[in-house]
Every structure is written in structure tokens, then in C-alpha cells.
């Protein structure tokens, strides 16, 4: 919280000041208030925010950040060394746009609001993609080796200390493929609403040009930047880079920490992990992929472009 507006501050004081209130409600009923809680001051922010980056978890966030973070830095001429968090940067310089990072998780149980899309109507959007397939198995790790107990709960995962093996993960309904597809699918709906203020960004193309990607960004929420700027935000958010940075625990800091790893002995804890496009495949046999494969084919919409048809 060192980074964070007094604002923020206070509604995270009363956050935990109401649930601590709340401590005899059974565990249902506290983590959906909670979940509301969240939603109403992730709403309060989107009515502020000048633009939102929206992705579903384990889709090139961290790195997207990183790399839009070191733009601002040079774009705006800021002394800092922490990522960029909705304002913090704005605070510095008011030129800089506040940007809200978002799954549009909490604020549909705020909104009550769990289809619709409306309350973006009107806000530039970057919508980040990557295949639902490799965003699961990347979840499966996240799960496993980094997400802290009460986040399991909070987000209807399974619970801490569960022996869940990966295929059941990415089948589940609750966590896997299925319920990522019906994310994307909700704003493939969307996208005539959002019409010329959303762009579309897949993790593999940022893959293979990072530079062109944050540039599309940059363009589309109103900071065109120097190419030199593109160029040297690309080469420090570079995934080797980012890899060496979280093993020495020497990058930019997120909420007052180090992006570092669950156990440094441990590939699969580190927040940068691998990458790979279609990594999927390395964890399961044909039949087991064959039906992962099924699970994305004829369901997920072909606009984001992860389908034969």
C-alpha cells in the first residue's frame, strides 16, 4: 500500500474493518461481502479511470504492465520505480492517464450485474487475450504455488491444500477452460456496444512483436510515444529480462513488493513462468488434449482467433 492514494487507503481500512465485523457471518456470506466490497471501490475507479486494461488472469498482465509501466516512465519523465497502479502515476504527473487493471471479476457482484458488459460503455478498453488452454494451465500453477489461501476462496477455486490434479483443474467449471470461454465469449458479445473504444490485443502476437503491441495500446488510449520510448520499454520488459529480474528480486515493485517467486527453487512459482504459446500440450497426452481441444473448438467465438472455424 506505500504506493497507493490516501483514497485507496481508506477503502481498504474500511474493507477489512467491515469483514472484521463480520466475523461470526459464515464463510459464504463474508466472502461474498467481501467480493462486494471489492466491486464497489473497483466501480468507484472505473468511473475515474481514463482507461482500462482488461484481461483474464495469467494472460501477459505482469509483463503488459511492466512494459507500459517503463513507457509512462520515459514518456512522462517520472521518478519512480514502482509499476503503474490505477493513479499513482497521475498523482506524479497529471498528464499521465489512470489506468485500471481489470478481470471485471468483483464488480458484477457489486453491480449484480453478471452478463452485462454496460458499465464499460463509453471507456477505452485494451481487451487482452491469450488462449484459454495455456491461461488455464497457467492458472493450474498459479493455484498451486502462489495464490494465497483466502484468494482461493475469495475466487471459488479450489481450497488451499487440495490435491487437484492439472486435467481436472482446466476442466472445471468454476476455474478451468469453460469458464474462461465464457468470459471471452461475453465480450465478443460486447465489442459491437464498445465499437471504436476497445482494441484487441492476443498475448501470441504480443509475442512476437511487443514493440507493435504497446504501441497499438499507447495509440489507442490517447499517449502515442517516441519510438526510441516503444523501443525501450520493449527491451526492459523483455521476458529473459523479467525472468533475471524476479530471480534477484531487482525490478520495478508492485503494491510496496517485488514481483518474486513462491520458492526460488521452483520454476513453475515464478509470477513470470514460462510463456510458451501452446505450452498446453506438454502436459497432457493426445486423448487428454484432444478433449482439452474440444473444450475451445465450436465454443469459444473465432473472433479472438484460437478456432479452426
Known sequence: MLNSSPREISAVALRHLTLGAAFFLPSARKIALERRLRGKEEYRKLQEADWVLMSWGKSGRTWFRVMLSRFYQLHFDLPTEHMLEFDNYHRLDPRAPRVLFSHNNYMRDYLREWESL??????????????????AVSQYFQW??????GKKALNHYPPHGAEVEILDFVRNPDCGIPRIVDYFNGWARAMPMMGDDLTL???????????????QAVTHTGTTGSAAHIEAAREY??????????????????????????????????????????????????????????????RLDPVFGYTER
Open 118 to 135: 454496460e458499465h464499460f460503455r463509453g471507456k477505452k478498453v485494451v481487451l487482452l487475450v491469450r488462449d484459454p488452454r495455456d491461461v
Open 144 to 149: 498451486r504455488y502462489r495464490m494465497r489461501p
Open 201 to 215: 490485443i492476443r498475448y501470441e502476437d504480443m509475442r512476437l512483436d511487443p514493440a507493435a503491441s504497446l504501441q
Open 237 to 298: 520488459a523483455a521476458y529473459e529480462n523479467m525472468k533475471k529480474r524476479e530471480a534477484s528480486n531487482d525490478g520495478m515493485r508492485a503494491s510496496g513488493q517485488r514481483v518474486r517467486p513462491g520458492d526460488e527453487n521452483n520454476p513453475d512459482s515464478f509470477k513470470v513462468r514460462r510463456g510458451k504459446i501452446g505450452g498446453y500440450r506438454d502436459y497432457f497426452s493426445p486423448e487428454q488434449t484432444a478433449e482439452i481441444d474440444a473444450m475451445v473448438e465450436g
